[in-house]
């Protein structure tokens, strides 16, 4: 079930109940299920719960994958029911410390915009693009976002395109322009009397369903599996016939970077990795009726993976440290 269900197709209290009951059961995917619980609660009209449960995650003893993601969450919806003050205080520390993800620049500068605070969202979304994509041959399909609501809030500011405003022109995919479905003056089209308007405000509103269908059919990348040297060690162990699946530790790095940058030369969007563990593994092979040892399980244990939430975007942003867990940086590691 999505968060974005409307409210009269589901019960979103019941669905985040649900979920809450459900990380309780998968405590390594709690994050992830509580953050859906929160957005359905958020749905049904119940913030305050919602702000107890985003509290939950940033007080939790495990250390959080993405905290600044909760925190932007948390300060979008405290705003929606009158904790401006606070707010404001999240969204400013969220800036300062200037995170490598998209996700938490987009949900604050989204955040001031919903509340007319244009010139400062498109401040966020400029130091968010600052901050991810200088230096940056390609964006990644995670900074789309980020550049997009750069462009609308410019457009109703009214000031002159950039360089990031013709980047975002180049990677939307939708026949109608970034300048026409941002153009400030479509809402006096909504109140014409002609037929001409009318029809082309229909045209930009397929446009952007279509944008948005896009985006929503891509729930988790195309994730490759990842085991660290340790977890690898036990897994070969305990099951010597995917010893063909992998000769060493070593030729299995390489062979994920190899993989991935072959997917991403084919045209292959959205590819991420996901980390695999042997006891949850073994929990999956059990769910699914099968022996571990069984190859074929393989893909299905990393789709599973990405699907809960786990996979990591590929290739890491500039700066970031690489996926292998070496704690060198991406670049200086099999980036290079």
């Keep these: 079930m999505r968060p974005d269900t409307p409210a009269e197709n589901v019960d979103h209290t019941a669905e985040a109940a649900r979920l809450e009951r459900t990380a309780g059961l998968y405590p390594e995917d709690a994050e992830a299920l509580l953050l859906q619980a929160a957005a359905h609660l958020e749905l049904a009209g119940d913030r305050p719960a919602a702000t107890t449960l985003y509290d939950r995650l940033l007080s939790s003893q495990a250390g959080l994958e993405n905290p600044y993601l909760v925190r932007a ?11 401006e003050a606070e707010a404001r205080a999240i969204i400013d520390g969220i800036r300062a410390a200037s995170p490598r993800d998209p996700a938490p620049w987009v949900i604050v500068a989204e955040s001031l915009e919903a509340h007319d605070e244009l010139e400062a969202a498109e401040e966020t979304f400029t130091e968010g693009a600052r901050v991810l994509l200088t230096d940056v041959e390609e964006p990644p399909y995670s900074t789309h976002p980020l550049l997009f609501g750069r462009h609308r809030v410019r457009r109703m500011l009214g000031v002159a395109h950039d360089e990031w405003d013709t980047v975002a022109d180049l990677h939307h ?8 479905l941002h153009d400030p003056k479509r809402v006096w089209s909504l109140g014409s009397d002609n037929p001409a ?16 269908r896009e985006a929503l059919s891509r729930p988790f990348p195309v994730a490759v599996l990842h085991w660290p040297a340790g977890e690898l060690s036990e ?37 991420g990795i996901v980390t695999g563990t042997v006891p949850s593994y073994e929990a999956f092979a059990a769910s699914e009726m099968a022996s571990p040892g069984e190859a074929e399980l393989l893909p299905q244990y990393a789709t599973t993976l990405a699907a809960r939430g786990r996979a990591v975007e590929w290739p890491p942003q500039r700066g970031a440290g690489c996926w292998c867990g070496s704690g060198r940086v991406y670049e200086g590691c099999h980036g290079a």
Excluded at 173 to 180: F, K, R
Excluded at 197 to 212: C, H, K, N, V
């Design 235 to 271: 897994l070969v162990e305990a099951y010597p016939s995917l010893a063909a699946e992998y000769p060493s530790h070593e030729e299995h790095l390489a062979t994920i970077e190899g993989s991935l940058r072959e997917l991403a030369a084919s045209g292959t969007p959205n590819l």
């Design 173 to 180: 995919s939708s026949p109608v322009s970034l300048d026409e």
């Design 197 to 212: 308007e009318l029809a082309a405000e229909i045209s930009r509103l397929r446009a952007e369903l279509g944008t948005y």
């Design 73 to 83: 969450l948390k300060a979008s919806n405290l705003w929606e029911y009158g904790h």
